[in-house]
Nanobody, 118 residues
Framework: VQLQASGGGLVQPGGSLRLSCAASGHISSIDLMGWYRQAPGKQRELVATITSGGSTVYADSVKGRFTISRDNAKKAVYLQMNSLKPEDTAVYYC?????????????WGQGTQVTVSS
């Protein structure tokens, strides 16, 4: 299974970006999908997750600005980012979790750079 993330780039404060992440290969049962980010010198942190039933969790720092969504048929997860701030600058990673016979497997994308700067 490989994940391909895209949609990052350079944007001015207050701007928007939409990240996409699609999986190739066979995944029997997708449990959880999510986005994480890592800024220089900092640990990777959760941005948002979405369950197979559509329940979402967001980091406090992005609530009201970011929206996570998924397309199960396409094995894809998306992150709409609005009202971007310089502190949102980071490499964003997507994660897809597969459940097989009670065991969970995490697959990670390669990361896409988001830079918010004037």
């Amino acid at each position: 299974v490989q994940l391909q993330a895209s949609g990052g780039g350079l944007v001015q404060p207050g701007g928007s970006l939409r990240l996409s992440c699609a999986a190739s290969g066979h995944i029997s049962s997708i449990d959880l999908m999510g986005w994480y980010r890592q800024a220089p010198g900092k640990q990777r942190e959760l941005v948002a997750t979405i369950t197979s039933g559509g329940s979402t969790v967001y980091a406090d720092s992005v609530k009201g600005r970011f929206t996570i969504s998924r397309d199960n048929a396409k094995k894809a997860v998306y992150l709409q980012m609005n009202s971007l701030k310089p502190e949102d600058t980071a490499v964003y990673y997507c994660d897809i979790r597969e459940e097989v016979a009670g065991t969970l497997y995490d697959y990670w994308g390669q990361g896409t750079q988001v830079t918010v700067s004037s």
